[in-house]
Structure formats: structure tokens, C-alpha cells
């Protein structure tokens, strides 16, 4: 399904990112493998080629800006274009808030955020003129819903999430749609949270068909896809109908009173861009007059 296209994934040396390379390949697109060191990166690609596939390895920290344009500059040498980019590069500092350094924080956020911004920013022109592209962010559960010791991962987690929101947005008339994977897995990032069976039952081969759907030409965009064990299901980033409790001096005693209508879901929506949220408060406050 994949034939004739060319795909980078990030992180790929091993774990999810080598599960992702191996699947994309089978589907049969060309894999660029990048990893922080040069024998993980080749390890894996020469996996590829020796099932059939071709790929490419490729050694830079996704935090590396001028890295990661000679990364991509070797991958359009190579093949011309660039149809596909995985952004599964990771790394954990788990810790709980209170006993985590702002050193861990940045780093985390470094790596998962700006390691996808700067792997994003290096292949969206190409795509822009070509008029294709496909990106995938690797969000997790616990940045949309959170995790105990993992403030720093968790908010680079959700912060990839808005990345998503406003690329895919930019994106769409350049025929660049842009979606977040959030997989579980059993990979050195999970190792010691999970018991033997659930890790398991949660090999990451058994998430990478998800990219399929985020890949292909009839890719949606802005969905976030959760994976893990076989088992897939989307998340939605949503809004309530809320309540207009107007402006008088006791407008903060009114959002307390009417906190169970204001969240109430039965009339939530998934906006199609952050501005449904002023447009639906204007809309309010006039009705009113």
C-alpha cells in the first residue's frame, strides 16, 4: 500500500521506532532509520534491506537542527521526495514533580517537542511543494490525560498535540495532513512498569499498524490514534456548550454554582480550529444582548 513512498522515522534504532521501520518497509516504502548513534541506526536498516526493504541509516540527535537538514538533504539526494515523517524519538527523566530538576524538564521537552519541531520544519517545505506529506506525532496517555512522575514528559506530550492541531490546519491546502500517535508499548521506556504478561501482550509490533491509517493517501488529519496490544481507539480534544453567566460582580459565584452545567458533555464538539471558542462566547454574549 505504501509502494513508491519514502518515509523517516525517528527513534528508530530500536523498540517502537524499529517497529514502525520494519512495518512500513513491509508495506513497501523506503526507510530512512534514525537513531543517535550510527550502529543502532544501521543495525535496523540492514533488517530492512535483509527482509526485502530498502532503507537508509542515518545517525543525529533530533535536537540537532543543522543534523537533522543534512538528514533530510540525504534522504531527497537519495530518493527525491519525502512522503512520510514519524516523529517517535523519545526520552524519559521520570520523577515527580517535586523532586524533578528544571534540567530534566527542559531535556524532555527538548528531545519529544522540539526534536519533532525541528524533524517537522526540516521536511514541510519539501512536502509544501510537492503538494503531499504525511506526519505523525507520538503523543502518549500521559500527556492527555496525565501520569504520576511524569510532569516533564507529559506536557511535551500534550504540547505535541498542539503542534498537530495548528500543522495540520497549516497544512491541508498543501495536501500535508498531520495526526498523533499515542501508543503503549513494551519498550525500554516502559520496562519495570508493566508485569510480563501485559508487556507481553503490548509488543510494539502490535501498534505500528496504526500508522497504516495515518500514512496512506486517504490519511484523515488532526486525529489523535491510540494503539497498544491489537487494540485501537481515538481521542478528541473536546468542548462543552457551557453556560453564559454574564458579567456582574458575582459572575465568579455564578461559575461555581452552574460548574455541573458548564461541564456537562451531552452538547460537546470537537472544534475545527481554537477560534470556535471565541466565536461560540461572542455568540453568547450577544443572544443575550
Not at 60 to 84: F, P
Not at 101 to 117: E, P, Q, S
Not at 151 to 178: F, H, P, S
Request: hydrophobic residues 45%; proline residues 2%; glycine residues 10%.
Amino acid at each position: 500500500m505504501l509502494e513508491g513512498k519514502t518515509a523517516i522515522v525517528t527513534g528508530a534504532g530500536g523498540g517502537l521506532g524499529r517497529a514502525h521501520a520494519l512495518y512500513l518497509a513491509s508495506k513497501g516504502a523506503k526507510i530512512l532509520v534514525n537513531d543517535v548513534t550510527v550502529d543502532a541506526a544501521e543495525r535496523i536498516a540492514q533488517e530492512v534491506r535483509d527482509s526485502g526493504g530498502t532503507a537508509l541509516a542515518y545517525a543525529a540527535s533530533v535536537t540537532d537542527d543543522a543534523a537533522i537538514e543534512a538528514m533530510v538533504s540525504t534522504a531527497l539526494q537519495a530518493w527525491g521526495h519525502i512522503d512520510i515523517l514519524v516523529n517517535n524519538a523519545g526520552i524519559l527523566r521520570d520523577k515527580s514533580f517535586a523532586k524533578m530538576t528544571i534540567a530534566d524538564f527542559r531535556t524532555v521537552v527538548d528531545v519529544h517537542l522540539m526534536g519533532a519541531a525541528i524533524c517537522s520544519k526540516a521536511v514541510w517545505e519539501p512536502m509544501r511543494q510537492r503538494g503531499f506529506g504525511r506526519i505523525v506525532m507520538t503523543t502518549s496517555s500521559s500527556g492527555l490525560y496525565g501520569n504520576f512522575g511524569q510532569a516533564n514528559y507529559g506536557a511535551a506530550k500534550m504540547a505535541l498535540v498542539g503542534l498537530m492541531q495548528t500543522l495540520a490546519i497549516e497544512g491541508e491546502k498543501y495536501g500535508i495532513r498531520v495526526n498523533c500517535l499515542a501508543p503503549t508499548a513494551a519498550t525500554g521506556m516502559t520496562e519495570g512498569v508493566l508485569d510480563a504478561a501485559s508487556l507481553k501482550m503490548l509488543a510494539p509490533e502490535r501498534v505500528s499498524p496504526a500508522l497504516l491509517a495515518l500514512v496512506g493517501d486517504d490519511a484523515p488529519t488532526r486525529s489523535i490514534l491510540c494503539a497498544g496490544a491489537g487494540h485501537f481507539a481515538a481521542a478528541n480534544i473536546t468542548l462543552t456548550h457551557g453556560a453564559y453567566v454574564g458579567i456582574a460582580a458575582n459572575a465568579g459565584e455564578q461559575v461555581v454554582a452552574r460548574w455541573d452545567e458548564i461541564k456537562d458533555r451531552d452538547q460537546e464538539i470537537v472544534p475545527t480550529y481554537g477560534f470556535v471558542q471565541a466565536e461560540r462566547e461572542v455568540e453568547a454574549a450577544k443572544a443575550v444582548g
